[in-house]
């Protein structure tokens, strides 16, 4: 198959797109795409300062890589979850990303969950019996909102794909989760303490990361972290993917049909957000759902063995944060 721009030898064909294109015009036709999404959306300015949030994996680091290629000001934020696994997935996750720090020449900004919290992720899965998706999708929304208002970015933007913002969205008609459904959508305006959040892959699927960020030779983790295979939504990934191979740009048309009527789903996200008593970040509760956590962990560890009690974020001057009700039901969001 030949590229439709140069007639070189392509290497992808988006049936979708009904576009082949070789390795050399592949990148500006992704960061053309990708422009066209911000601006659809209205996501963010050149004048903005935007965090990226970033895992190790392709889709991030592409994003925070195509975001610095357009000419954004975007640094990147990794959160450390201490997750170990059978390949030390943490670790190789925020070398990835210092990797591209170094690269692109921008910033990265590090925070540990055990640090912070007290304890990494499979600890707090373990003394709280919660799942550690559910846990960790908490504590990284937290710490993303938390951190944007400290460091004053404007916007965070986060690598979700095509993908990723189906099989969600199928998951939550699903279940109809109508507050989940409200909330699902490219761009959160700020609101009430809580940051602008962006996804500005929203419209390129796995393959098309993958492909840009192959391309661009950019190192990226390939194992998955080792909690998400238990996932339900992979499971919904590989039937929406039979979908699509039988009726190219059925994902498309599902997720575009959505934003058109999402404003159905608007009352529900109507809930009144008040500062955290502990904390000060917004929250439905009197005490956010990540302060909760923090004093479970604390209040469980501290039966067993002494827990360390000033986290790093305050030794650093920086002020906790969060608000669980708040956000998309995204496994890693
Ligand atoms: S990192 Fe965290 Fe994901 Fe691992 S524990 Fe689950 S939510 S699967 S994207
Ligand atoms: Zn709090």
Redesign the pocket.
Known sequence: MKCRKCLKKAIIYMPEHRLALCSACYSPWFLDYTERTIRKFKMFSRRDRVLVAVSGGKDSLSLWHALNALGYEADGFYIDLGIVGSNNYSEQSKQRCFELAERIGRRLHVVSVAEEVGAPIPEIKDLTAREACSACGLIKR?FMNRYALEAEYNVIATGHNLDDEVAVLFSNVLNWNRGYLARQYPVLDEREGLKKKVKPFVYFTEKQTTVYALVNRIAYVRDECPYALGATTLSYKDLLAQLEHQAPGTKRRFLDGFYQIRALFAEAEATALVP??????P?TTE??????L?EHVERRRSAAVPVRKVAASEAAGVR???HEELSLHHPGS
Do not use: F
Not at 287 to 292: P, Q, S
């Open positions: 937290y955290c008593s502990r904390c000060g970040q929250t005490v956010c759902a990540y302060c909760r923090v906790p944060i969060e």
